[in-house]
């Protein structure tokens, strides 16, 4: 009698961990999927990386600036006039401008890029190949002049290559937005502009 109730129990116990362990493998399905699929991956780590911080442009709400979705990650928008920036003094040594869209400091003036795959303006024309490089090597498109602060490439360098590319997915996934940002002001050379 004894034996029988164990090897009852124990068939039930087995029973039991077999269905946990196949609705398991069941609610893992779409969490799996979501990893799998690059766009979202890549939707994930812009927000959780703050991207958005510098480039997409802010409008003013209630509590103070809030991020304005309809430009999201076009940049510093084009056309919006600036003073010189306050020379660096003591240890304050870097300004932004209330939307984070403009940085100053000893590297010069820099703007956020346009991140959206306008043709002209955005990321467009830049290949996969391009963006990573751009982001392994801190070289602006991957082969020119160094990237410069605040632009954290550093982070985005540090992570490995399918999210790199998952990055590159979602940001090719965003509606184009027409937005030219200036070129920077690189210290110690004239601007190109003014
Ligand atoms: C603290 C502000 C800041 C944050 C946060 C930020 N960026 Fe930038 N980013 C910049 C600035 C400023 C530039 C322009 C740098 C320049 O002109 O050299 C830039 C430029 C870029 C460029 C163009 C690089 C090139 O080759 O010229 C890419 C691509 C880019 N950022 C992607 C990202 C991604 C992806 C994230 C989030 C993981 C991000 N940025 C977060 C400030 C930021």
Redesign the pocket.
């Known amino acids: 009698m004894r034996t029988t109730i164990t090897q009852a129990s124990v068939a039930v116990v087995g029973a039991s961990l077999f269905v946990a362990y196949f609705s398991l493998g069941l609610s893992n399905q779409p969490v799996k999927a979501a990893r799998l699929d690059p766009v979202e991956r890549g939707r994930y780590?812009?927000s959780t990386?703050?991207?958005h911080?510098?480039?997409t442009p802010k409008k003013m709400g209630p509590h103070g600036p809030e991020l304005d979705l309809s430009r999201a990650l076009s940049g510093h928008p084009e056309g919006s006039v600036l003073p010189p920036a306050p020379k660096p003094q003591g240890p304050w040594v870097a300004t932004a401008t209330w939307d984070?869209t403009a940085?100053s400091g000893p590297w010069g003036v820099?703007?956020?890029?346009n991140?959206t795959p306008d043709e002209n303006t955005g990321?467009g024309s830049w290949s996969e190949e391009t963006?990573i490089k751009?982001?392994r090597t801190g070289?602006?498109?991957?082969a020119s002049r160094p990237?410069?602060p605040?632009?954290?490439w550093e982070?985005?360098a540090s992570l490995n290559d399918e999210d790199i590319r998952s990055?590159y997915a979602y940001l090719r996934s965003l509606p184009p937005i027409h937005n030219r940002v200036p070129e920077?002001i690189i210290a110690g050379e004239p601007a190109a502009v003014d």
């Open positions: 780590l812009v990386m703050g991207c911080d510098c480039h984070l940085w820099s703007y956020p890029f991140l990321l963006f751009a982001m070289r602006h498109m991957g990237i410069l605040p632009m954290p982070s985005v990055l920077p």
